[in-house]
Structures are given as structure tokens and as C-alpha cells.
């Protein structure tokens, strides 16, 4: 079966209990405004998560209970290997009032798959209907290049309602919204240009690190936050090399987006595993430079982003 998106899927007669649900927004958006809508799809009251083989097998003595008022569940498979997906899948038939979403957190290999109802769920799912209201609120139309550009820098940068609404409360009534006008506005938001700098540095780009860097030091952007962003970033690229986990910052305890992990999955093409201990060093000698000196903003972040990216070479 081919994918459709989530917008699709709720309009069908919903077809199968076990489903392949794509999920490329982040963890509020899907629990919020997705999960509603998919319990209502499906007559569903409750729903339920199983993250593992012995999650599983205690979820399915549940499911064997006898119950006095039989009721629909959607039960979510996240994190769980394929094949303990396809098997769930070839049970699933056992459990007529329950539906079964697998969310995948990489590319599925097995050609089984081709079988199963796959489901996209995008943020310009979430954001069409609220764009639209806006700009029929607002008198404003948005040329088809510049909505695709806007929904663009949604998912790679994670804007939220308020960035779109100060987008286009620029604009006057009638005015049509081009590509120019959100590149141009886009390009001065502080979190593009943050994400902009990470990226650069991940992609040991010093001129263009530096180039953002400089542009987020004219809009005050403290510099122990540059620090902050960075250790962050490259901590969740020793998680990669060390323990492979994708979905979670395990530090901080918190789910990371899909977008930023592969940004940092890019990263391992720049720096290899015995470059971060390096990375970490730099970072905390700056950290204790920015706590006992004052200097100028400037000059440290060329230190630090060249200490980073082009690390002095050894004589031997």
C-alpha cells in the first residue's frame, strides 16, 4: 500500500487494525492535536503505549482479560525493533476492538511492510488549517512557493504559532505573501539563525558558523548560550556514537526531533568519535574564560568556533 498523509487517512474508511504511523512532528503536536483526532477516527476511548518486548507481553495478558464492557483502544508500538513489529502485527487479527499504530524511528527495510496501511503525519498537517484561518482573518493570500517555503522552515526549525502570526501581522489587508517575504523575514528569526550556526559548525564550516555567530551577536544573544547549544549538540553526537539512541536526549530526558537528529547523524561525517572529548575541552575552557575575563564578544566566538572547527595541528 502507497503512504497518504494523516489529512487523508481521517477522511477513508479506515481499513486494517495494525497501521504504519510516520510521525514527523514533535511529541506535544502528536499528543495534542493528533491522538484526539485519531481516537475519534478510529471510536476509540483509550489508548496505550508499548516500547518493548516485555511491554508487550504484558500488554497482551491485558488484552486476554475478560472485560464486562468491551471497548476500542489504539495501542502505539514506539521504539520496537521490525521484527517484533511484524509479530505483533500477525497477532494483531486476536484482538478485534484494538488498533495497532507502529511508529517507525528509521527507514523499515522489510518488504512486509508493503502490505500495511502507512500513515505521514506532517507538521503542514497541523499548520494548514491554522494558516488558513489566519490569512482569511487577516485579508492576506500566500503565493504556493511561499506556503511550501513556510512549511519548510516549520519542520526544520520547529516555529511555532506565534512566529507565524508575527509573519504575517507585517502585512497589510490584500497584500500577497511571496518566497522573498519569508526567506527575508525567516532569515533575521533568532532560532533560524541559531539552528543555522549549530548546522555549520556540525558541517565544520567556520566561515559560515562564524557568519551566523556574528549576526546573533548583534541581536544581544548571550554568549554563554552559544555554549549551552553547542555542549547540547555535540553530547547528543557522543550519545549516537556511544549507546545508537535516536529518539531520546538521554541527559536531559527528553525527546529529540527528528529533524535535529539528523543533523546530528550528519555530524559523524565531521567529527569522528575521538574528536569530542576535544570539542568538550574547548567548550569548557571558553565556559571558564567567559566566567573570569571580560572579553570581547567577537574575539571569543572566532576563538571558540575556530578551536572547534579547525583545531591547531600536532608538530610531530
Known sequence: MGRKSFEEWLREKEK?????????VNRARFEEWCIPQLLEK??????????????????????????????KEVVFLEGIDEGLALAVAGESPSYPLVFFFFLPEGELTRSDWRRFPWIVLKEEGIFEPFLKNRLQALGLSLEEEARIRLFRLLEEYELQETDIEAFLRQFRRGERIKEKDVEVFFE??????????????????????????YRLLKEKFPLALFLSHLARRFRLLLQLYLVEEKRKDLWQKREISPFEMQKVQRMQAHFSLSDIPRVFQALQMADRLLKTQNIDPQAFLLSLITEIVEPKKSLD
Open 16 to 24: 486494517g487494525s495494525f497501521l504504519i504511523l510516520e510521525r514527523r
Open 188 to 213: 533575521q528569526s533568532e532560532r533560524v539563525l541559531l539552528f543555522r550556526f549549530l548546522d555549520a559548525v556540525g558541517e565544520r564550516n567556520a566561515s559560515l558558523a562564524l557568519q551566523y555567530g
Open 42 to 71: 478510529v471510536s476509540a476511548s483509550r489508548f496505550s503505549w508499548v516500547r518493548n518486548r516485555e511491554e508487550w507481553e504484558e500488554k497482551k495478558k491485558e488484552l486476554l482479560l475478560p472485560v464486562l464492557f468491551p471497548e
